[in-house]
């Protein structure tokens, strides 16, 4: 007959190994407990507080966890395999069904729980909270993530397999600022993902996927993969020289990177902030920078040319700053034909020897250095033919 230890109290006790196999610890209070290596199989901890716990090694194969409370409870190899680990309503503080406690008053996860080389393959985590938590190594091989929150994570080594639901359309996955490695990056990417993620060695990774990148533009989207992101974080990174025709990081955080040198024509970078990155002799011919923020950017140097896009009717495809807040950035010496400027912010922004043919500046904010006889010249100035696509 299986042990019924529900609503007792056993925090602060030392249960290592214990063999608790399908025992009922509905609302059992184990917090603070040692419960490494123990068997609890098929038991049923529904409410259970677990906060502090240490649950290193046990074996929680098809638990119920529902409700249960894991507030920095350290769960480092522990088996949950085909656990449900789904909230429960039970607390109206909210602390139950979540693996982290959030401090309203000083805005800081006041716990942070571990869940190393855990496995949680088959689990239960529909609407889960996993904010912060260490899921370095995880199995999460055909997990119900579906409304999960695991903004803030890091699952470097995870394996995120055919996790149900992660990436599907409608799901509410939160993947907020998640940190993951590159072959977590490239199977978000495989189903459409789009998280504010961060990655571990983020040069390492960004420079293993432009590999594929590259194979992609030689192969004309035969072989390889495009790097195309919204909302990923690579700040402060040196980039200098790179391939990145092509690529698209929209509403990605790229402050004070180094691109000098790089080739980014035909690149998305919508919304992207660039604030104080130094784009120094880049190629940004046909670059969409759309509501970027280039502030302080360095383009000194810059080839912007448009790029003519073959076809039935030959289009135009030139580079576009439209509304971007390009105050203090310095355009010295630049290559410019026919780029969108339109509504763009140019203040206190240097042009010194900046070669612009053609171009809209409907809107645009513009130097006190630049005067209308110029402005005038600009608009008159017929595109040169810079390039084909």
Same mark, same amino acid.
């Given at each position: ?5 529900a609503y ?14 399908s ?24 409410a259970? &507080?677990?906060? @502090?716990?240490? !649950?290193s090694? =046990?074996?929680f194969? /098809? #638990?119920? %966890?529902?409700g *249960?409370? $894991?507030? +920095?409870a350290?769960?480092?190899r ?14 109206q ?13 000083t805005?800081?996860y006041?716990?942070?729980?571990v ?14 909270q996993?904010?912060?938590? &260490?899921?370095? @190594?995880?199995? !999460?091989?055909s =997990?119900?993530l579906? /409304? #999960?929150? %695991?903004?803030? *994570?890091? $699952?470097? +080594? ?8 992660l990436?599907?359309?409608?799901n ?8 993951f ?6 199977a978000?990417?495989?189903r459409g ?11 390492g990774?960004?420079?293993?996927m ?5 194979d ?6 035969r072989?390889?993969?495009r790097? =195309? ?16 025709s092509?690529?698209k ?15 980014l ?22 670059t ?9 950017a ?11 896009i073959a ?15 390009m ?10 034909e026919?780029?969108l400027?339109?509504g ?10 900046i ?20 402005l005038?010249e600009?608009?008159q ?9």
């Amino acid at each position: 007959m299986a042990a019924d230890f529900a609503y007792y109290d056993l925090s602060g006790l030392n249960l290592r190994g214990i063999n608790l196999s399908s025992a009922k610890l509905v609302g059992a209070n184990m917090a603070k407990s040692v419960l490494a290596g123990a068997n609890l199989t098929g038991a049923d901890l529904f409410a259970a &507080d677990l906060e @502090g716990a240490d !649950l290193s090694g =046990a074996n929680f194969y /098809g #638990a119920n %966890l529902r409700g *249960a409370c $894991l507030n +920095g409870a350290n769960l480092t190899r522990a088996n949950l395999t085909g656990a449900d680990l789904r909230g429960g309503d039970v607390d109206q503080s909210g602390d139950y069904g979540s693996v982290q406690r959030f401090d309203a008053q000083t805005g800081l996860y006041t716990t942070k729980t571990v869940m190393l080389d855990a496995c949680l393959a088959n689990a239960m985590l529909i609407d889960t909270q996993f904010q912060h938590c &260490d899921m370095s @190594g995880v199995d !999460l091989e055909s =997990a119900d993530l579906s /409304g #999960a929150d %695991l903004s803030g *994570a890091i $699952l470097i +080594g995870a394996n995120i397999g055919d996790a149900a639901s992660l990436g599907a359309e409608g799901n509410r996955t939160c993947l907020d600022g998640a940190i993951f490695d590159y072959s977590a990056v490239v199977a978000l990417q495989a189903r459409g993902v789009s998280a504010r993620t961060t990655y571990k060695d983020a040069r390492g990774v960004f420079l293993k996927m432009m590999d594929q990148h590259q194979d992609w533009i030689q192969s004309n989207g035969r072989k390889g993969r495009r790097v =195309a992101f919204d909302a990923v974080t690579l700040e402060g990174l040196t980039l200098d020289g790179l391939n990145m025709s092509g690529v698209k990081l929209t509403r990605s955080n790229l402050r004070g990177c180094s691109l000098r040198g790089t080739d980014l024509s035909m690149a998305d970078l919508s919304y992207t902030d660039l604030t104080a990155a130094s784009l120094c002799q880049a190629t940004i011919s046909g670059t969409v920078f759309r509501r970027a923020n280039l502030s302080n950017a360095d383009l000194s140097g810059v080839r912007a040319l448009t790029v003519f896009i073959a076809g039935n009717q030959e289009r135009p495809w030139p580079t576009n700053f439209q509304r971007a807040i390009m105050a203090g950035a310095d355009l010295r010496a630049a290559e410019a034909e026919a780029p969108l400027f339109h509504g763009v912010d140019l203040t206190k922004s240097r042009l010194n020897l900046i070669v612009l043919r053609s171009g809209n500046f409907r809107g645009a904010t513009l130097p006190e250095s630049v005067s209308e006889d110029k402005l005038n010249e600009l608009r008159q100035a017929k595109p040169v033919r810079a390039g084909r696509s």
